[in-house]
């Protein structure tokens, strides 16, 4: 069954594309040719480029942390998100995002399927100073990564193909919905004046309740202790990550400028402020400074800074970084693994981190950083409206990802087995699933 359904997807596409000139038609070309900056335009190729290595970063950071046995397969959700997430972005899943509104909830997919319309000659409208088709490129890599930060939950037990279902609904279903309501100017989100520069919400924490959902519905691991099988792995991760998260930020301003340059500032001191005061805090608690820690640490704070990089200041975003990585480690230490196995503690880093984000955009936000902000200043200014705010469309995101995504799951599993059998599992996931090992 599943060899037809392939075939079929494949020759749908295949017959699609092919014919695409008799149902694709593109805008005609403005009568006035539009001049885009091409300052602009060079530093969002880059940024695009950097937050797609990201994801193989992270294929890096969580392939190091698992055990011997499941690295290639825990490498691959990485890049298999890369493959699958690019072709559904400009199937459908741009649209869905960021195309006319239905509701302020979710896109019309219909103007811009297979990236109808989606050109170089005319740009979107909080972007005019680079072509659309670049903005909508480097939106694609947001929704690429988002679904590969979910792997780390339920590392060494999903099967492959229950994982690649998954991922597609998750993206259609959910980071969609949320990416419209938040970065759309007709979304629900963006209306209410909610603040998210580059994806507390619409990544992380989508990620990390997403997260907390799959390890909750696939159950613990056989064996939950593993020893890691290369910290180096997680060392190289690292560094890809923070490297790309300069584009991920500073990108975020959509153009070459003084709010990039601020991105850019506050996503340095955020994170290394984090790693410092990860390791620091292990210390205090009697463990010894670790290689992992101050690589989760540093991760932590790029993911806290995320929503508020483009609106506050470098002290602030100093502050935000330590906060959010005392607070993730604290998580981490108290979480209920016997309970609940997070194998990467993917909730904790990433929902939490994002979680402690937003709301501290709500307290430091300033009009000063950027006049987007307006006069609902952070609470530190005095104003409790951009705050509460925040916290209202984190409680909104929390339930919505929590819940969306663990139904998601069960429609999975009523389709094909989400979790490998016991002998799979001890066997590992690289053999069982791959034919492949180290």
């Known amino acids: 069954m599943r060899k037809i359904i392939l075939s079929v997807i494949l020759i749908t596409i295949l017959v699609l594309t092919l014919c695409s000139n008799y149902f694709i038609i593109d805008s005609p070309a403005p009568t006035e040719a539009v001049k885009f900056d091409t300052g602009d335009t060079a530093w969002m190729i880059v940024a695009t480029a950097l937050v797609l290595i990201m994801t193989p970063g992270l294929g890096f950071f969580y392939g190091g942390m698992v055990g011997k046995k499941n690295v290639i397969s825990t490498m691959l959700q990485s890049f298999m998100a890369m493959i699958i997430v690019t072709v559904l972005w400009v199937v459908v899943a741009f649209g869905l995002s960021f195309g006319p509104t239905i509701g302020g909830i979710i896109g019309n997919p219909l103007p811009n399927l297979f990236f109808q319309g989606v050109n170089t000659n005319t740009a ?60 759309h100017p007709d979304g629900i989100f963006f209306k209410m004046g909610v603040l998210d520069f580059a994806g507390g919400t619409v990544v992380h924490m989508s990620a990390g309740w997403a997260a907390l959902a799959g390890a909750i519905f696939l159950g613990k691991r056989k064996i939950q202790k593993v020893n890691p099988a290369r ?164 409680v909104i995101v929390s339930v919505f990802a929590f819940s969306a995504s663990y139904f998601l799951f069960f429609i999975v599993n009523k389709i094909t087995p989400l979790r490998v059998s016991e002998e799979k599992e001890e066997l590992g996931l690289d053999i069982s699933q791959h034919g492949e090992f180290l």
């Open 124 to 183: 979107w409208s909080l972007a005019p100073t680079i072509p659309f088709m670049l903005f909508a490129l480097f939106q694609a890599k947001f929704a690429i990564i988002t679904p590969a930060l979910i792997t780390g939950a339920f590392a060494e037990r999903i099967r492959f193909w229950a994982y690649l279902l998954f991922m597609v609904l998750f993206i259609l279903l959910v980071y969609a919905p949320l990416a419209h309501m938040t970065w």
């Open 231 to 394: 910290i180096t792995y997680v060392l190289l991760g690292t560094g890809l990550l923070w490297f790309g998260w300069f584009g991920f930020n500073a990108g975020s301003a959509l153009g070459s400028n003084g709010l990039a340059v601020q991105a850019l500032g506050t996503t340095t001191v955020a994170a290394a402020a984090a790693g410092m005061a990860w390791v620091f805090l292990d210390k205090i608690l009697g463990h010894k400074l670790s290689a992992m820690g101050a690589c989760i640490g540093a991760v932590v704070g790029l993911v806290a800074i995320t929503p508020a990089a483009g609106f506050v200041t470098i002290p602030h975003a100093m502050f935000i970084g330590i906060f959010a990585s005392i607070v993730s480690n604290l998580v981490v230490s108290k979480f209920p693994k016997g309970k609940i196995d997070d194998a990467l503690d993917v909730f904790a880093c990433h929902g939490v981190g994002g979680m402690v984000g937003m709301l501290l955009t709500g307290v430091f936000a300033s009009k000063t950083v950027n006049s987007v902000v307006g006069d609902n200043q952070g609470l530190i200014f005095g104003d409790a409206t951009l705050f509460l705010n925040q916290l209202t469309a984190l």
